[in-house]
């Protein structure tokens, strides 16, 4: 019996698998029970956290719409500030609205009756008549406030849409109610944002419970109102219920801040109970394979001893093949040093491939960040590598491009000849440097499709040699539809209308730069603008184009300043032009607005010529009735005074009827005297207004006339009274005889009762207005502008008066800027309104 057969037998020992079996099964038991336990406390996490993320998803949702809402708000209130607006000018507020907007929404605007004025969603001025969101409407010019509207039905797009308005306010009052119209595409394109699982459903409901958006299905349910099992519930949490395709669901619903619109989120009961299954089968799964590995590791770590050198080999010979491998321990101390040493090699292989694998990933992902396509190829003109922009434009998969010719997944063709063009790539490979694509190509999908592209390739360099080439290429079909719009647009326009480069280079005219010039299209395209400027001003035209440049804004050119275009058979034009800057891919450019004004011109010469001729008979006229007034005064004296003295020294030697004559000559003379001061303190009115002024206190006015016409009032037994009056900008002595004729006229065309006059003074939108009120006889609405003509009057010589009263007060007023007419009927007595600039500072006292 050897020692071997001893020791098993004294021993009663057992294979260290059985011991492991025991161990293990030792082990699991409990492990089994831990198990149940934390199976049924799963189960509550798990639905807890699904809860948890279907709240998440809905604050997230509710905040971008409120977000999206205020943005578009913001972007109304950006628009309303626009001088476009606040001039009326509805074309260019039209054009900013739709450069603005760039076909996100379109812009409605209505005023304060519902009439639409501005309707972005169909061409300038087809838009309707009237409103389609009568309701917002309302709401607007009672609260004066923003408004989100309910689903309606739009008068244009003929189709459920909602309204995001704010009012335009003119002082307390809304003047115009602006509106984004957003389509039911808007609210859904929001929804799919989200990124959430199919599974998933979100919907959105205005305020009468009527369905806006849905994620599934979302043309049937536009429009339906929402069961009411699924609207808001008064507290937040997550309930069980039926959606609207009748499946078992968790819902969870809240109200945006902004708009009001209630917004719901729900997910199929059926994922919970998913969750649950799987736990219940991954820990059954976990504790068949604890069992299953406790039993089998007795096995193995019998097995460690006889087998560690043949792992060890074996690991060397997949290690030395660079194929990945796992390292286990052993109880042989060589054999352990060995594989320290291959673990080690390993490690570090791994890491390095590790960081292989990073740089790779870094690399794709910043690839596919990039918003244009990117291709690469290796140095023999395959490709290596798409990013998800390229694989969109050439419809080719990053596994199906790999490895192929260039020339077989990006083929380019000459939008004009149609001949394929040459492809960059190959020519960076045999220049080895950057190459842009020509104008005019089109790149021809795998689909067939042609796209417009601008592209450009440069080499790839390693340890200087060219190891390949990058390819980035971008999609410019709304580029070219823009540069067409605007071509468009600018041969459309009624004025010349010429684009520039920052060089100075002319890149667009329309017909009416033709016209103006004289010049044919091909033969300013290309050239400097400063073939239009007349030689004399080419000098500073650079140096004014610069500091455009500098600080671009829209605004006329050279203000205060007359402008000059050169035509091309070297006539100068006399013009107007307004420049606005214009930004684009391409750069940066000024669009020239130009107005032929040679007519305003001659037309502006004309009127200075006759205002002259006017102004030069008007000093003549002046002139001679001041001559004429003043040098008859003389004879009228004498006449009147050897009259007179006939009546006194031959008193009683005259019979009755030449005495009566001499009475007559001497009365004439008197009246034609009157006449004559009346006529010269009319011409003396029309000085230059522009002389020297000071401020006049209308109360000190109203005092001297007093005065002078007291004989007159106590005669009359009138009664004559003034408020508070103001100080005016003038003379004293116009402002007497102003006020001095109308209180005079009052006295005079008195009627039965004792004359009351009275003189006030108020305030009205930046003017003062006086009125001179009386109780006199009247006079008739059709005389009102008559009676402030010169000589003009109503009762012939029943009532002593020259007729040049009121034509003098008339005169006053409109030297000083001032207006004056009358309101009166037969028998109601007369109030004169004159109406004078107000001085700063005045006020009545």
């Not at 039905?153 to 307390?172: A, E, M, R, T, Y």
């Not at 460690?304 to 796992?326: C, N, Y």
């Not at 600039?837 to 006292?845: F, M, Q, R, T």
């Amino acid at each position: 019996m050897n020692s071997k057969e001893h020791i098993s037998r004294s021993s009663g020992s057992y294979t260290a698998f059985t011991y492991l079996s025991l161990f293990g099964l030792a082990t699991t038991i409990p492990l089994l029970l831990l198990l149940g336990a934390l199976l049924i406390q799963s189960s509550s996490v798990q639905r807890a956290q699904l809860e948890n993320r279907v709240l998440q998803v809905l604050d997230a949702l509710v905040n971008d719409i409120d977000r999206d809402l205020d943005r578009d708000i913001t972007i109304l209130h950006t628009l309303a500030t626009s001088r476009a607006l606040s001039s009326a000018d509805w074309p260019t507020l039209y054009d900013q609205a739709k450069a603005g907007l760039q076909g996100r929404a379109y812009l409605v605007l209505v005023d304060s009756s519902g009439r639409q004025l501005l309707n972005t969603y169909v061409p300038y001025g087809q838009q309707p008549a009237m409103t389609g969101d009568p309701e917002t409407l309302r709401r607007i010019l009672q609260t004066k406030a923003p408004a989100v509207s309910n689903f309606f039905v739009s008068l244009v797009v003929k189709k459920p849409v909602v309204n995001v308005s704010i009012p335009v306010l003119q002082g307390d009052q809304v003047r115009y109610v602006m509106s984004l119209g957003l389509l039911p595409e808007d609210l859904l394109a929001l929804l799919k944002a989200q990124n959430l699982e199919p599974e998933w459903v979100t919907l959105i409901w205005d305020a009468n419970g009527v369905i806006m958006a849905r994620s599934r299905d979302n043309p049937r349910y536009v429009g339906t109102p929402l069961p009411q099992n699924m609207r808001e519930h008064t507290q937040r949490a997550v309930v069980r219920t039926a959606n609207l395709d009748g499946a078992d669901v968790l819902h969870a619903t809240a109200r945006s801040q902004i708009s009001g619109w209630g917004v719901g989120v729900n997910i199929p009961y059926s994922l919970l109970t998913a969750q649950m299954r799987n736990s219940l089968l991954l820990w059954g799964t976990a504790a068949v394979l604890a069992i299953t590995i406790a039993l089998l590791l007795g096995l193995f770590f019998a097995r460690q001893i006889t087998t560690s050198l043949s792992v060890a080999a074996k690991a060397a010979t997949t290690f030395d093949h660079g194929e990945p491998f796992r390292i286990t321990g052993s109880r042989l101390k060589e054999a352990n040093a060995f594989l320290a040493t291959l673990r080690e090699a390993q490690q570090a292989r791994e890491k390095l491939t590790e960081q292989v694998k990073q740089s790779r990933d870094w690399l794709q992902t910043t690839i596919n960040s990039i918003g244009d396509g990117v291709i690469t190829t290796d140095v023999n003109g395959n490709v290596s590598l798409l990013n998800a922009v390229a694989e969109s434009l050439t419809g080719w998969k990053q596994e199906e491009a790999a490895g192929k010719p260039l020339e077989q997944v990006f083929v380019i063709r000459n939008a004009i000849s149609g001949l394929e063009a040459e492809n960059p790539v190959s020519k960076v490979l045999r220049e080895g440097r950057i190459v842009g694509l020509a104008n005019h190509n089109r790149l021809i999908a795998k689909d067939g499709h042609h796209i417009p592209i601008d592209d450009s390739a440069s080499p790839i360099r390693a340890d200087g040699k060219v190891a390949g080439v990058v390819l980035v290429f971008r999609d410019i079909t709304e580029r070219l539809k823009g540069e067409e719009r605007m071509r468009l647009t600018v041969e459309a326009a009624p004025n010349a209308m010429i684009m520039v480069a920052q060089d100075g280079r002319i890149q667009l005219v329309n017909s009416q730069t033709e016209k103006l010039f004289g010049y044919r299209r091909d033969e300013l395209l290309g050239q400097s603008v400063e073939i239009l400027v007349p030689e004399r001003y080419r000098a500073h035209h650079g140096a004014f184009r610069a500091s455009f440049l500098h600080a671009p804004s829209a605004r006329p050119m050279g203000a205060g300043r007359d402008l000059f275009g050169l035509r091309k058979d070297g006539r100068e034009v006399p013009i107007e032009i307004g420049l606005n800057p214009i930004s684009t891919s391409q750069g940066d450019f000024v669009l020239a607005a130009i107005i032929d004004i040679s007519e305003r011109k001659r037309a502006e010469e004309r009127l200075r010529a006759s205002n002259q001729a006017l102004v030069r008979a008007n000093e003549d006229l002046n002139q001679f009735a001041f001559a004429a007034s003043h040098d008859l005064q003389e004879p009228l004296r004498m006449i009147t005074s050897y009259s007179q003295l006939l009546l006194k020294g031959y008193r009683g030697q005259f019979d009755g009827e030449a005495a009566t004559c001499i009475e007559f000559i001497s009365d004439g003379t008197k009246r034609m005297r009157e006449l004559l001061a009346d006529l010269l303190a009319y011409t003396q009115l029309t000085g230059d207004s522009q002389e020297s002024v000071a401020p006049v206190d209308l109360n000190g006015v109203f005092q001297t006339v007093f005065e002078n016409c007291r004989v007159a009032i106590e005669e009359a037994g009138a009664t004559v009274s003034s408020d508070p009056l103001t100080a005016v900008l003038g003379h004293k002595p116009h402002f007497v005889q102003l006020f001095q004729n109308l209180i005079s006229n009052s006295i005079k065309y008195r009627g039965d009762r004792p004359p009351l006059i009275h003189v006030s003074a108020e305030r009205q939108n930046g003017l003062w207005r006086i009125a001179v009120k009386d109780n006199g006889i009247g006079i008739a609405p059709e005389y009102h502008k008559q009676i402030f003509g010169v000589f003009k009057r109503l009762h012939g010589r029943t009532i002593a008066g020259t007729g040049i009263g009121l034509a003098i007060c008339q005169r006053v007023v409109n030297r000083y800027g001032g207006q004056i007419w009358v309101e009166s009927e037969v028998g109601a007595g007369a109030t004169f309104y004159v109406t004078l600039p107000v001085v700063n500072g005045s006020s009545a006292a």
